[in-house]
């Protein structure tokens, strides 16, 4: 069967997200093999939770518990660095007002920005619910430090968090990562496997 279309993936994720974080390793080159784009949008789960009910992973008996092993045990499968965060979750609010400021004037220098602020999360272990770190990782790349740090004040870059959480979870998404391509949802980092065959054949 053919496949459906030729339009990007779209990839919602938040940056406190151990899932999120390993999808936005391999996403890019998933959707590159079938001629597809990726479009990443940031999201605040604890926005989302208030219309799902969801809990953070830690906050939730057992299963907290069994995510903390499968997440090392994810890293080690794919080969992806990983240190688990001595403070777990935090809020994605900054990262998500950088990275939406910064695709305004550069899609690929935000990309950039999101794998550089989910590393010094999940690898760093450093604490990317600060400002002032979210900046310092976009200065670390050369990116304008002190203009970023007086955006992240600014109340319409402020704001477009939860404008952009809004949107995503009026096209159904209630989790990280979730993607939906040719108007097909697929929730979870174990779900790439099957978006894979999606993108190379259509629906099955």
């Known amino acids: 069967m053919p496949a ?11 940056f406190s997200s151990p899932y999120g974080y390993f999808a936005a390793h391999r996403i890019e080159a998933v959707a590159a093999a079938h001629g597809r784009k990726v479009d990443w949008h940031p999201i605040l789960l604890g926005l989302v939770f208030e219309v799902s009910g969801g809990r953070p992973l830690p906050s939730i008996p057992m299963k ?27 809020s994605g609010q900054a990262a ?29 272990g450093r604490d990317i619910s600060s400002p002032q770190v979210v900046v310092d ?25 939860r404008t952009e959480t809004e949107l995503a979870i009026a096209r159904g ?23 894979d065959r999606w993108l190379a054949s259509g629906p099955f």
């Open 4 to 14: 459906t279309g030729t339009g990007p993936v779209d990839f919602y994720f938040d």
């Open 173 to 195: 998404v209630f989790g990280s990562p979730y993607f939906i391509v040719d108007g097909e949802p697929f929730w979870g980092h174990d779900r790439l496997d099957q978006l």
């Open 96 to 124: 998500c007002r950088a990275f939406y400021w910064l695709a305004a004037r550069d899609v690929e220098c935000a990309r950039r920005l999101a794998r550089a602020l989910f590393d010094a999360y999940f690898v760093e």
């Open 64 to 90: 907290g518990d069994y995510a903390r092993v499968d997440v090392a045990r994810t890293a080690r499968f794919h080969g992806i660095a990983w240190r688990q965060p001595a403070k777990f979750p935090v």
């Open 137 to 161: 990782v976009a200065a670390g790349m050369g990116l304008p430090g002190a203009a970023l740090a007086e955006a992240l004040s600014d109340p319409a870059v402020k704001e477009r968090p």
